[in-house]
């Protein structure tokens, strides 16, 4: 990998982005510079090659018209990481952090959103996602439940709280709880009021044409002395990495495709070696079933033959019981 100051930076396929040194970090930025990330048009990390071939597939088949019209609008195919890659200059960014000031917090339908502005010159909207009423509600309704079993004698406290006689109790659980926007973590973010120094982490997204960080995790900076030290990393950063174009030879280019398509072909190989897997399964499992029915066939056939000689034995014994009897009363009558 080399780095250059050429004029017209050349965008590299998706499977070169793992040779970029800020395509898999935290790059550390500025507000201002996040909003001047931008995505090539027509760039969704696909080989041109590929992109022209598909294009001209689509377009001179009069049978996917109707599918290409979809596609262009849907970015069905397209619907890949790379959507959520940015560059500066030439360099694929994913991941951002920054420092900055809480200058606002917006609560909006299903998200929280904090204006932080870090002294560059621009603020940045970060975006907090709230979890969903409906699962929150049905983990509650579950712990309930488990709680009820094991305390089937509902205690003084517990009925104050469930007539709702305890507001504290029906604040904490009635409140927003937010989570990540990749993992669904959970995250407490009460503490990220207006004024609070803090370091954010996230995604980038673009809303109406505006640059903004979808939350993964933060740190409340307590300390100047750290906010500091941030900064003279993010401008070293800059100067060192984000400054300088990059650059790729044709060697390494030639390699890491190679590397991709034995990816891909690994991949392809552990998607047949797990059908195969299941498919094996699902032959044993047929097998002991046949093995297990044939066995219950044949036990239920032996238990009808017993059946069968029982009551053979069954009727003898009554027959030779009544002729007993029967002979016991003769001799009774002619004593």
Not at 102 to 114: C, D, F, G, M, P
């Amino acid at each position: 990998m080399a780095t250059s100051h050429d004029a017209d930076p050349v965008f590299y396929p998706a499977f070169c982005f793992k040779a970029s040194p800020t395509h898999f970090t935290w790059v550390k930025m500025a507000a201002a510079d996040v909003h001047r990330l931008q995505r090539p048009r027509n760039f969704e990390g696909k080989d041109p090659l590929f992109l022209f071939l598909l294009q001209a597939y689509l377009l001179f088949s009069s049978f996917f018209l109707w599918f290409y019209a979809q596609l262009v609008r849907w970015d069905f195919l397209y619907a890949h990481p790379c959507q959520t890659i940015f560059f500066y200059k030439n360099h694929p960014i994913r991941f951002v952090s920054l420092v900055g000031v809480v200058v606002a917090r917006t609560e909006i339908t299903k998200r929280t959103i904090l204006t932080l502005d870090d002294s560059s010159g621009a603020t940045i909207d970060v975006c907090v996602l709230q979890s969903d009423p409906k699962e929150r509600d049905k983990i509650q309704k579950d712990s309930t439940q488990i709680s009820g079993i094991s305390n089937p004698e509902p205690s003084v406290q517990s009925s104050l709280s469930a007539n709702g006689q305890t507001p504290g109790t029906t604040a904490q659980v009635n409140q927003t709880e937010h989570v990540s926007a990749t993992d669904r973590t959970l995250l407490d973010i009460t503490c990220l009021r207006t004024g609070t120094t803090v370091r954010v982490k996230g995604t980038l997204s673009r809303f109406r044409s505006t640059m903004q960080l979808n939350l993964e995790r933060f740190t409340v900076i307590r300390d100047t002395n750290a906010e500091m030290q941030f900064v003279d990393e993010r401008l070293r950063f800059l100067v060192e990495v984000l400054a300088v174009r990059w650059v790729l030879s044709d060697e390494e280019i030639e390699q890491l495709r190679e590397e991709a398509d034995r990816g891909d072909l690994k991949a392809i190989e552990d998607r047949q070696r797990a059908e195969r897997r299941v498919k094996r399964r699902a032959e044993r499992e047929e097998r002991d079933y046949r093995h297990i029915q044939k066995r219950y066939e044949r036990e239920e056939r032996k238990r009808a033959k017993e059946a069968v000689v029982c009551k053979e034995d069954g009727v003898n014994i009554m027959r030779d019981i009544g002729r007993k009897r029967k002979l016991g009363t003769d001799d009774a009558e002619s004593e």
